[in-house]
């Protein structure tokens, strides 16, 4: 069972930014959390890292994610898109589990 999911636009973008910033091949899309304690709720984290062996990785349609176990519980059932809009380009996290 893989814990995210990418949409077609956020697959997209990754394809992109590994083509046009030359992201070496042993490097995976690691997503996860920063700040993950308190109540102002989880800031999730999206980048390219080298697996660590506490990491799980996941293979989505031909893209590498690696997940911190210790992330897995904040990270579960969490959606990845992106958004290209006039006043907002990045991408977006939901979850909702």
Known sequence: MVPVT????????????IENKSIPTD???RIGVKN???????NYLIGFDEKSESD????LEGIPVIIAR???MHVMGLTVDFSDEATERG???RNDV
Request: aromatic share 12%; with cysteine.
């Open 36 to 42: 993950a304690s308190g109540c102002s709720g989880v």
């Open 56 to 59: 799980e990785l996941y293979d």
């Open 6 to 17: 990418l949409t077609e636009v956020a697959k997209k973008e990754i394809k992109v930014i």
């Open 70 to 72: 210790k992330d897995m």
């Open 27 to 29: 490097y995976s899309l």
């Open 91 to 93: 991408f977006v996290f």
